[in-house]
């Protein structure tokens, strides 16, 4: 005994061990055991569960969501519980990891999700009042807050449903599913995990279908390539065989996946079981369905009942039930045929109808729930010589004779006609004074200018635009936080629109939306910045080079190479001007510095001689190099000698004694550049001053120079010696 109980008390230890030392992903907040590193599906690095602190708890976003608990996490973000305070109630928001907001895919999905959900509106879907973009770039999805559990944990805890709460609970998702059908949106991953129980009134398996990230519009000009045909989609246990084949679905292939839910539900098994993904959706394809009677479990279904589930797991799609609604329609038909107490959908408030009981009172549905009610009491029959008394009048008094039944009869009378008076003049009031309050019809306000802002329908002629249904909030209450909030988001997305529209070329739609983004939102000085650079005439779409001011030899001019603004040229990419003349370069590159204008690149440079050259700009290497020319005369200096033909060459008599020809004088280009042009030679003609040294230059001899004599160095001064002082 105290091997065993010192064996559990060191369990006891271990497990509480492993515990706290467990780490979990900061990504996407999958757990995992001391001994792990990094997570398994995004390699981020894992940290201890008691350092995981989550800087969201106790923000508040958009002035009016303050994030108190994080209720959940997955691969895509994390979901908290937030109070909003301007409506005083507890909501759900979904945020994705700001990482995914970089990805496109991951944004597409989101939206997706966003606008099919707010599209949907029905008691068996969850509620989607509000998605958009935090201003650190996260984006967000408020929702309807659900308490409860999902029907995944429940079948973990008891397998096989009795027969009524199963179909009861089937219904309601065919039900909220169908909706979807209706609306054009086939769900394409219908399983428990995304099926939520919260329970409502007296009933406690209340259905709410959630997470349409996956779902197809089934609108040709709303499909993108993440929803067309080649690509399986949905969890293999509960996929289509069209699905698992990568084909085209439609709402049939929801109703085999809600068949395979009814199925498990009613036998406590689902139809395949695989050890892979891959053999599961084989046997979707290829095998053919048991039969709901032939399962250990399903021996009780009725044999109406399992007709119709065999029906919705048909493997040709035109052998099941049209849409979630029929499927649903003919279940609910076929318990109560079989004399189940299946009870319809109602509305919130809907009384219970006649004839129906609830599941919950059913024998096989949850244990019964204590009520606070109290019973009624049951009057038993009074003698008719009982005294009446009136509330509000004294007691009559008993005397013989008739005169004080009288007197109480006519006491009666009066106050059941004063009754009467009363209740008509409390429904006359309520009739006229009565109707919602004002905080009720703002709320209603609210909500239908969030229901116009998920719809784009954010201004325009129409009274149901976020514009119109703003201004009269703004019109009862000139700062309504909520009116100006909503306001702002409806700005937000003018923005993003004429973003896109920019991005696609189409500058004139970008500045119209970016122009009702301002209307929307006066004050938004980034807004008002925005569209001056949208105003702004578009620059250079290829690189252009002038040269100022017109080039004359001798005199130093300036180029001046301007780049597209979508060009991004650096330092490294050495930057410069090349000269060519005849088609062959003169001297060296001349490297270029960055000018004061964008994108711009600058250089001086000075012609040597006259002609016709060509200047170009290089930047980058091989054929990626953004490159950019001009054609240029330049023209002779008017301060050079004139006299017909080429410019007279100036001779030097002070380079010691002549051996060959004296070298003509050259212009010379800015310094680096090595290009050295020598004019034609011809005689000089003496002129009568002081006698110099001239030299006849023949027509075939090269013209050389002749090195100066080399300096002496100046004498070194005499060595210094200290005196001693």
């Known amino acids: ?52 602190s989550d800087p969201r708890i106790g923000q508040v976003l958009l002035d009016q969501f303050r994030i108190e608990e994080r209720i959940g996490s997955g691969g895509m973000g994390m979901v908290y519980r937030a109070r909003q305070t301007t409506l005083g109630r507890d909501v759900a928001i979904k945020i994705l990891h700001p990482d995914l907001a970089q990805n496109p895919d991951a944004v597409r999905r989101f939206h997706r999700e966003a606008r099919i959900s707010t599209a949907l509106d029905h008691p068996n879907i969850v509620r989607v009042f509000l998605f958009g973009q935090l201003p650190d770039g996260s984006l967000y999805l408020v929702m309807e807050l659900l308490r409860g559990r999902p029907l995944a944990d429940l079948l973990r805890v008891e397998p096989r449903l009795p027969t009524s709460r199963a179909l009861h609970i089937a219904v309601q998702v065919a039900e909220g599913v169908g909706e979807a059908h209706v609306q054009g949106i086939v769900h394409r991953d219908v399983k428990p995990e995304n099926i939520f129980l919260a329970p409502k009134g007296r009933d406690p398996d209340f259905v ?32 289509s065989p069209e699905g698992a084949a990568g084909e085209a679905t439609d709402a049939r292939s929801d109703v085999y996946s809600m068949g395979v839910l009814t199925y498990q539900m009613l036998c406590g098994e689902t139809p395949f079981e695989g050890s892979s993904p891959v053999t599961l959706l084989m046997q979707h394809i290829h095998e053919r369905v048991p039969h709901l009677k032939t399962r250990a479990g399903g021996a009780q279904v009725p044999d109406g009942v399992a007709d119709v589930v065999m029906r919705a797991l048909s493997k040709n799609p035109e052998g099941r039930y049209e849409d979630g609604a029929h499927f649903a329609e003919v279940l609910r038909e076929a318990g109560e045929r079989a004399g189940l107490q299946v009870r319809p959908r109602r509305a919130t408030g809907e009384r219970e109808p006649s004839g129906q009981v609830s599941l919950a009172s059913s024998q096989q549905a949850s244990p019964p729930r204590r009520t606070s009610e109290r019973p009624m009491p049951v009057e038993t029959s009074r003698p008719s010589t009982e005294e009446i008394v009136v509330p509000g009048l004294p007691r009559a008094r008993r005397e013989s004779g008739g005169r004080s039944n009288t007197t109480a009869a006519l006491l009666l009378l009066f106050a059941f006609v004063l009754g009467i008076v ?4 409390t429904f006359w009031a309520l009739d006229r004074f009565g109707g919602p309050s004002l905080e009720e019809i703002r709320a209603d306000r609210v909500r239908a200018a969030e229901q116009a802002l998920a719809a784009d329908r954010l201004d325009g002629d129409g009274a149901d635009t976020v514009v119109a249904i703003t201004a009269q909030m703004l019109a009862e209450r000139p700062s309504d936080p909520d009116a100006l909030r909503l306001r702002r988001s409806a700005a937000t997305h003018l923005a993003e629109h004429a973003q896109d529209a920019a991005r696609e070329g189409h500058r004139e739609d970008a500045i119209a939306f970016q122009r009702r983004a301002i209307a929307l939102v006066p004050d938004d000085e980034e807004a008002r910045r925005v569209l001056t650079e949208l105003e702004r005439p578009p620059g250079p779409t290829e690189p252009s080079l002038t040269i100022v001011p017109a080039p004359i030899a001798g005199e130093s001019v300036i180029f001046t190479a301007v780049l597209p603004a979508t060009t991004t040229l650096a330092i490294t990419d050495r930057p410069r001007f090349v000269i060519l003349r005849d088609g062959r370069r003169v001297g060296r590159r001349v490297d270029a510095t960055a000018g004061t204008g964008a994108n711009s690149w600058i250089a001086s440079y000075a012609f040597a001689q006259p002609g016709h050259y060509t200047v170009q700009f290089l930047g980058g290497e091989g054929q990626s190099a953004l490159r950019a020319a001009q054609e240029v005369d330049v ?30 004088v050259i212009d010379v280009p800015v310094p680096g550049i090595g290009n050295v042009q020598i004019p034609t030679p011809f005689v000089a003609t003496p002129v009568d001053e002081p006698p110099t040294t001239t030299t006849t230059v023949a027509q075939t001899q090269e013209p050389t120079i002749q ?3 080399p300096r002496q160095p100046p004498p070194l001064p005499p060595a210094w010696t200290s005196t001693g002082n």
Do not use: N
């Open 1 to 52: 005994m105290r091997s065993e109980a010192a064996q559990a008390a060191r369990l006891w230890y271990l497990v509480r061990s492993v515990e706290a030392f467990a780490k979990a992903c900061p990504r996407c907040g999958a757990k995992y055991d001391a001994a792990a590193v990094f997570c398994q599906k995004d390699g981020a690095p894992l940290r201890l569960l008691e350092e995981d």
């Open 208 to 239: 709410k279908v959630l997470d349409f990230g996956i779902a197809r519009l089934l609108r040709a000009d709303e499909q993108t390539q993440a929803t067309q045909s080649g690509l399986v989609f949905g969890t293999a246990r509960y996929i």
């Open 422 to 425: 009363a209740v008509a003049g």
């Open 635 to 664: 023209q002779r200096s008017p301060h050079a000698p004139t006299g017909g033909g080429d410019p007279p060459i100036t001779t030097q008599g002070s380079l010691g004694p002549s051996v060959g020809p004296v070298p003509s």
């Open 707 to 709: 090195p100066l004599a």
